[in-house]
Every structure is written in structure tokens, then in C-alpha cells.
């Protein structure tokens, strides 16, 4: 068998640095006593059967959790252990950041199993600083550093998506245009699915710091309550761009709707204007015997004038009846 749907396979030595664990041996790692870390991809064939035959003492739940294909953030506190499914922001090109990205999660005082469908830049990062010696010390340690890294990336997006609003508020005070429409309703459905999976985090990182596992220590539970203030402060600013979203949707219907009466007015005018003229011009424009002016040869000129006449007093009366 290939070991290439093991990803990450790490022994941490307690001091914040970390030694890559051969693949082949990463079992007797996993269930020796010294805290060890694999990181699977769930989408490989083998990682099913390698965690059903390597990791079969933990519990059926854990392992169906774990391979499931559909996830929703949450936590669920087993033994000795957590059963943690997060989600964090999609760092990879081409990639939507409000198409968040699952990582499945069982920590306990030995092993830390982690699992991942689609690329999360997370997992290299502490990976990186296990190599650097800068990593997490322990297994509470490794949970806090996950979350803040987690919601670090989040809160980059968030400041995206605020930005955006406040750009599209500034364009259409100064050119509205319809076509700003579709990007407030992009922006309200990021806000809508960064609500989706943000919401239930907050929850579990909630339960998490409530938690009375005998591994967290005070220290992480310090760092998760700070994980969980984010995530608050996450749920209100994705409330308040939607309210925002919202208003400037409002604002810009309001200025649309204004210049479109303003037009409309302007032509109503123009045809009150040229409805009397109108009406001069198709009664002297008939083409029967006793019309006036006939054998006159200044009589167009004198119609033209009579005309000119008639509009400066429309303008006139428009005017003291401040329709303009």
C-alpha cells in the first residue's frame, strides 16, 4: 500500500517543534504514548480502510464521523477526547472563500487525527511552525492554534467583504448605475453562507471552553475564549454588512427611481408644452376652403410667432405653478 493519502505525520516533542514521523510506522506512533499528528486526505481510497484496520480501537461513531461526506461544524466530547468538525476559509486559487473548507478532528492525550476533503492552508502552516520549533506543545495547545488559525483567515475575508460594501456605497453616491444590483446581491449571499458555517462554530468553540477535559488547561482555555470572541464579533459584522447590503440596495433603487421621475417629468412637461402646439398646428394644417391666412403671404411667419407666443406663456404659467 501507498502512504501518499497520509499528508501530514508529525511526533511533537512538547517543546513547540516536531519531527516528521516515517508513514510506514505512523501507527505505532499513533497508538504509542508520545502525542503524534496524521493528517489524512479523506478523498483517497486507502484512508477508509487505514483508519478501519490502524485506528479500529476508537469508537465506530469517531470513525463515521470522520469519513462522512457531508460535514457541519460541531463537537462532540467522547472519553477522553473531542470528535471536532470546523471549517475554515478556501485559500486555494481559483477557489470562492465563502466555499468553506471542512476539517475533521479527533484530539485526545495521545493523538491527534485530522482529516481533510479539499486543501486547507491551516494544516501547512502548523506544520510549518512544528519544523520551525514555533509549534503547538500538546494537544490543547494544537486545538487553540488550529481555531486562531482557522478564524485568522476568516476574519481576512471579512475584512474583503466590508470593503467591498463600502466601495459599492461610494460608487453609487457618486454613479449609480442598475448594474451595481447584482453585486450587493453577491455580497448579501457571501454574508449569508459565511453565516451558514460561522454560526455553529461559535457554538462549538462555546462548548469547547466549557468543556472540563482534564487535558485543556487553563492557557487553552484562555486562547479558545478569544477564538470564541471572535467568532461573536465574526456573526455581528456578517449582520451588519447583510444590513448594510441592504440599505445601499435601498439607497440605490431610492437615487434609480429619482432620476427615472425626473426623466419622466422632464417629458411630461416637454408634452404639456407641445400638446397645445400640437393642437394649433393639426387645426391650421387642414386643407379646406376659409382658412385664415390663406392668400396672406406673411401669414406662416405670423403663425410661428403666435406659437412662440403661446409656448412663453405656457413657460410662464409652468412657472408660477412651479412645475419646474
Not at 90 to 119: C, F, K, Y
Request: hydrophobic letters at 45%.
Amino acid at each position: 500500500m501507498t502512504h501518499d493519502f497520509i499528508l501530514q505525520s508529525w511526533a511533537f516533542d512538547g517543546k513547540g517543534a516536531g519531527r516528521p514521523i516515517d508513514k510506514k510506522t505512523i501507527s505505532e506512533h499513533v497508538e504509542g504514548k508520545q502525542l503524534a499528528w496524521v493528517h489524512l486526505d479523506v478523498n483517497a481510497e486507502e484512508t477508509k480502510s487505514w483508519i478501519k484496520d490502524e485506528v479500529s480501537y476508537l469508537d465506530p461513531v469517531i470513525i463515521d464521523a470522520l469519513l462522512t461526506k457531508d460535514t457541519r461544524p460541531r463537537m462532540m466530547e467522547i472519553d477522553n477526547g473531542f470528535l471536532i468538525i470546523l471549517r475554515g476559509v478556501n485559500m486555494n486559487p481559483g477557489a470562492e472563500p465563502e466555499d468553506m473548507v471542512s476539517i475533521r478532528m479527533w484530539i485526545d492525550p495521545h493523538r491527534i487525527i485530522t482529516l481533510q476533503r479539499r486543501p486547507l492552508k491551516t494544516v501547512s502552516d502548523i506544520a510549518e511552525k512544528l519544523s520551525q520549533g514555533r509549534g503547538p506543545r500538546d494537544q490543547g495547545d494544537f486545538l487553540t492554534m488550529i481555531c486562531a488559525h482557522l478564524f485568522d483567515y476568516i476574519d481576512t475575508a471579512l475584512g474583503d467583504l466590508g470593503e467591498r460594501t463600502d466601495d459599492i456605497e461610494e460608487y453609487i453616491m457618486d454613479e449609480p448605475d442598475a448594474a451595481f444590483r447584482e453585486k450587493i446581491n453577491e455580497i448579501r449571499k457571501e454574508a449569508i453562507v459565511f453565516k451558514r458555517y460561522i454560526q455553529p462554530q461559535r457554538d462549538v468553540i462555546a462548548q469547547l471552553r466549557a468543556s472540563e477535559m482534564s487535558w485543556l488547561s487553563a492557557h487553552d482555555r484562555q486562547g479558545l475564549q478569544e477564538s470564541y470572541n471572535h467568532l461573536v464579533r465574526y456573526v455581528e459584522d456578517l449582520d451588519t454588512v447583510r444590513e448594510r447590503a441592504q440599505i445601499v440596495k435601498e439607497e440605490l433603487n431610492t437615487v434609480l427611481s429619482d432620476q427615472l421621475n425626473k426623466n419622466l417629468y422632464i417629458l411630461s412637461v416637454i408634452a404639456a408644452i407641445f400638446l397645445p402646439l400640437g393642437f394649433l398646428t393639426g387645426l391650421f394644417g387642414i386643407n379646406i376652403g376659409g382658412m385664415p391666412g390663406v392668400e396672406n403671404v406673411h401669414a406662416f411667419w405670423i403663425f410661428c410667432g403666435f406659437l412662440t407666443a403661446v409656448t412663453l406663456l405656457q413657460v410662464i404659467i409652468f412657472k408660477i405653478m412651479r412645475w419646474f
